[in-house]
């Protein structure tokens, strides 16, 4: 038998999907478990959002990165005419 043989024989997906009972993973059980003592609050699938603030234009953005950049540009420039 051929090692591509052993690896479909070991790893036959078909046969796994066929089987008539799959039993639940390790976390499921648990949350079956915790459930059935303490069971959760009703929740909604997805939350209303939370209001959002106003929004700065792009173009006020642009101008504070800017701004700073030039900055320190004027910063570095007077940091280095004070060291001659």
């Given at each position: 038998?051929?090692?591509?043989?052993?690896?479909?024989?070991?790893?036959?997906?078909?046969?796994?999907?066929?089987?008539?009972?799959?039993e639940?993973?390790?976390?499921?059980?648990?949350?079956a478990?915790?459930?059935k003592e303490?069971?959760?609050?009703?929740?909604?699938?997805?939350p209303?959002?939370?209001?959002?603030?106003?929004?700065?234009?792009?173009?006020?953005?642009?101008?504070?990165?800017?701004?700073?950049?030039?900055?320190?540009?004027?910063?570095?420039?007077?940091?280095?005419?004070?060291?001659?």
């Amino acid at each position: 038998m051929t090692g591509q043989d052993d690896w479909q024989r070991e790893f036959d997906h078909r046969w796994a999907d066929a089987a008539e009972y799959k039993e639940p993973s390790a976390r499921a059980r648990m949350l079956a478990a915790r459930w059935k003592e303490n069971p959760p609050d009703p929740a909604p699938f997805r939350p209303d959002p939370e209001p959002v603030g106003p929004r700065r234009s792009s173009w006020v953005s642009t101008a504070i990165v800017l701004g700073c950049v030039a900055a320190m540009i004027v910063l570095l420039g007077y940091a280095q005419l004070r060291t001659y």
